[in-house]
């Protein structure tokens, strides 16, 4: 009884969060900042159309719910990498640690590095010859833990850092998150088949504000008047910009489920601070080979119900293989679609040890 009574307040304070975002029309798309955190990690919910925020038991759910790590059997280790658009890299690594009297300890780091580009001024627009970069970072940790074999909770602690060359700007950040396990929908009568329920809020966190010595420029407050602080330091004064809030409510079920096949039917909706509501949906199909492994194939549509949405169809695959020492190695490749700006291949590597 007590753990329901957790569960349940736990439950509405997802919801009493859930209520400070604000995504009425007109939407306030462009208006925050620190946006690489709306890219997914992991190319299995990526190549799901990002419905990932139910489906337990991978150290991708460092991102879509943390309350996903609760149900993780073995250790874990996962590198991401993600070419984006026109020349912009992501890359992501994480690791965790189970310990069933506990919960699980996981540590995340994520990494936007849009490259480097020509320092230009006004009188040299072709450029200086000097370069500049910058890059996005977020550093996790995250707990979670089930409160019973239905109830799980986990919870994110982030550092993101933005530099723009000489600027920069930081907050920090939570990642609140719950996964429940129903007795509905099993066709195959198990539980683990049956319908899974998960909820997250995402980057509940300060807002960022860049500074730096590029901001700096000499003034002088009276240049009509001798005697004064001539060329005295002044620094332009930038706004503050809130992080990307998103609240995920997302439900998946095994509709197909025997010893060697298994279809994974999910679909999430998300309600972001930045734009419409919209919904994510998506399918994975898992073939197990006695004595090698798994073979998965994957597919999805994301950014339905979107307004001028340039989201769409994902798919990809990927093979586990059991090796000796009882350790696992997964490869999962995605691909994105992203109407006019193109598409994007993500590669993902994770080891169970």
Do not use: C
């Not at 723009?164 to 998150?177: F, N, R, S, Y």
């Not at 420029?217 to 004064?237: H, L, R």
């Not at 979107?306 to 350790?327: F, K, R």
Request: net charge negative.
């Amino acid at each position: 009884m007590n753990f329901r009574k957790i569960s349940f307040m736990i439950f509405i304070s997802l919801i009493i969060l859930s209520s400070s975002l604000h995504s009425q029309e007109p939407y306030r798309v462009g208006t925050t900042t620190a946006n690489f955190l709306e890219i997914g990690i992991g190319s299995d919910g990526i190549a799901m159309g990002d419905a990932y925020a139910s489906i337990p038991g991978g150290l991708s759910s460092i991102y879509w719910n943390p309350a996903g790590l609760a149900f993780m059997e073995k250790n874990h280790a996962l590198f991401m990498q993600q070419p984006w658009l026109v020349g912009i890299n992501l890359n992501a690594a994480a690791a965790s640690y189970v310990n069933p009297y506990i919960g699980t300890l996981s540590i995340g780091f994520y990494n936007m590095d849009y490259g480097k580009m020509d320092v230009t001024t006004l009188d040299m627009q072709e450029g200086t010859g000097e370069k500049f970069s910058a890059n996005d970072y977020s550093f996790s940790i995250s707990y979670s833990r089930k409160l019973a074999q239905w109830f799980a909770f986990g919870a994110t602690g982030k550092y993101i850092m933005s530099q723009i060359w000489h600027e920069k700007a930081t907050a920090m950040a939570v990642d609140l998150g719950v996964l429940v396990n129903t007795n509905f929908f099993s066709f195959s009568g198990k539980e683990e088949d049956a319908l899974k329920i998960g909820m997250s809020i995402s980057n509940y966190g300060t807002k960022m504000k860049y500074s730096g010595m590029d901001l700096v420029y000499p003034i002088d407050i009276a240049p009509d008047e001798n005697g004064n602080y001539e060329d005295t330091p002044g620094e332009y004064k930038l706004s503050e910009w809130e992080l990307p809030l998103i609240f995920r409510f997302g439900m998946s079920f095994n509709p197909i489920s025997t010893r060697y096949h298994r279809l994974t039917l999910a679909a999430d909706a998300l309600h972001p601070n930045n734009n419409s509501e919209y919904v994510n949906m998506g399918s994975q199909y898992r073939l197990q080979i006695p004595g090698t492994g798994s073979f998965f194939l994957r597919s999805g549509y994301k950014g339905i119900f979107m307004t001028e949405s340039e989201y769409g169809l994902t798919y990809g695959g990927g093979i586990a293989l059991n090796l000796l020492g009882n350790y696992i190695i997964k490869v999962d490749y995605a691909f994105r679609d992203l109407g006019i700006l193109g598409s994007t291949n993500t590669y993902t590597i994770e080891l169970q040890f």
